[in-house]
């Protein structure tokens, strides 16, 4: 991997989608046009995203996830015994429809928009989930590269439903066998192509913690097996490890933020990062990459403890908002986490992604360019004050 620089700028993935793309993609599911058909239109969106972060400053770059539905969901297009399905004909099995219906509308979850990957039969791996996705990025630029991948647990939980997968997976912990096998050789694969940076997604990690006991996080179809929060980052944990063990060369992180679905902040998750530090500590990984530019990302101070025990990827921008923040309040910000990690252990990315759902992109491309340039000055005044 190139030398790290300091105060490095990423994203955590997604960009916001053209409508054009999300028709083509919807035509697509729909047998109208043909999968290289569409991919050469998304050609055209990769580039523009990856046109866009380079410009913008980003030194550890995405292809803006602009070929998936959803940060997770793409892979039921790449993994045999999966079925894609709506919220909505979910709700068929939930064992309490009418209730669970008044919490989407609570959450502003649009329960016909947002899909999940569901095990239906046993998972065989069609070739790699996202190497058509980094050849292309690999192809198109000569900056370090970052492929998200669904995390572990949240692809486990995200696709063990009861009444649909226990014919194949009685079990939770039988379905994260194979999705931690299918993980493990697509991290191989993407290091031997000489991938920079893996993040896994693990968003739903602040749901255990800070969700309602009457509800689930939409991001999770397991919307009625509720455990106990420590036996749910236990596992987390368990899972990550395992996906990961033994495999060196490439630097891994883990991106847990509070929902990233609505621009209405009311509705999304708020709590500090104390519950979560000493799981994610233990979690072999590089990077934790986090959302920590709302008020609802809580305190610094829990950080406190964990003093540079791994580094930290700091929310600065919110993806939601219209408002560009001034770099000058992301220096300020940035020097708060200071206290805590040394400089050489910072890096610098929004808060999420602009564009997780396709059809649910929290900003337009040219709000979130500006964002990214602020992000890029802030960075610049950084590195002049704490460059070597």
């Keep these: ?3 790290r620089m300091l105060f490095p700028i990423s994203v955590v993935g997604s960009w916001s989608r053209p409508p054009w793309l999300v028709q083509a993609l919807r035509r697509r599911q729909a047998g109208e046009i043909s999968s290289a058909e569409f991919h050469r239109i998304a050609d055209d969106a990769a580039l523009a995203a990856i046109k866009y972060q380079e410009d913008a400053g980003v030194d550890i770059v995405t292809d803006g996830e602009v070929r ?3 940060f997770y969901s793409f892979v039921v297009e790449k993994i045999s ?3 894609l399905m709506k919220v909505s004909e979910l709700l068929d099995y939930m064992k309490d429809r009418a209730a669970f219906e008044e919490i989407l509308r609570a959450l502003d979850v649009p329960a016909f928009a947002i899909k999940s990957p569901i095990a239906v039969a046993k998972l065989r ?3 790699g989930l996202t190497l058509d996705e980094f050849d292309f990025l690999k192809e198109h ?4 590269t970052k492929i998200p991948l669904p995390g572990p647990y949240l692809l486990t939980r995200s ?3 009861e009444g649909l997968s226990d014919t194949a997976y009685p079990t939770r912990e039988d379905l994260a066998t194979d999705v931690v096998q299918i993980l493990r050789d697509e991290v191989v694969a993407l290091r031997a192509r000489g991938v920079d940076f893996i993040q896994f997604d693990e968003p739903s990690l602040s749901q255990v913690v800070y969700g309602d006991e009457a509800e689930q996080t939409f991001m999770c179809a397991a919307l009625g097996s509720r ?4 036996d749910e980052l236990e596992f987390a944990v368990e899972l990550m490890n395992r996906t990961v063990e033994g495999i060196s060369g490439v630097k891994f992180g883990v991106h847990v933020c509070r929902g990233n679905w609505s621009r209405k902040e009311e509705v999304l998750l708020r709590g500090n990062y104390g519950p979560l530090l000493p799981y994610l500590m233990r979690m072999q990984v590089d990077q934790l990459v986090l959302e920590m530019a709302t008020p609802r990302a809580g305190e610094l101070e829990v950080f406190k403890e964990y003093r540079n025990e791994k580094e930290i990827g700091v929310g600065v921008v919110n993806p939601r908002t219209d408002e560009v923040e001034d770099p000058h309040a992301i220096v300020q910000r940035v020097k708060e986490m200071l206290r805590f990690f040394d400089p050489e252990r910072i890096t610098l990315n929004p808060d999420c992604g602009f564009g997780t759902f396709a059809e ?3 900003n337009t491309p040219e709000i979130a360019y500006r964002k990214l340039k602020a992000i890029r000055a802030a960075a610049e005044s950084l590195r002049r004050e704490y460059g070597h």
Excluded: E, I, L
């Design 227 to 230: 455990r106990d929060p420590s």
């Design 125 to 127: 791996a069609r070739g």
């Design 68 to 70: 998936r539905d959803n």
């Design 1 to 3: 991997m190139a030398q």
């Design 360 to 362: 649910r992109c929290v």
């Design 159 to 161: 696709s063990w439903f």
């Design 81 to 83: 015994g999966m079925k």
């Design 141 to 144: 630029t000569a900056r370090q």
